[in-house]
């Protein structure tokens, strides 16, 4: 086990410990329905220190530390 692999496995959806699935990039490290939810029902995310801001297609924002 290394202890300086930090890259997050799971999904950083709030209350989501599923394996997430492979994504490109600076994207968020999502599991498949919620990578889904992301990108057609208005939630958004972005990284903000050591973890996950997302915004809910209300408007209600929510940090997910990873
Ligand atoms: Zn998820």
Redesign the pocket.
Known sequence: MSSTDTAVR????P????D?QSTPGSAAP??????D?ARHHGWSCRRLGDGYLWSSPLGREQLVRV
């Open positions: 799971h999904c950083v959806f209350g989501c410990r599923t997430a999502l599991c498949r329905r919620h990578l939810l």
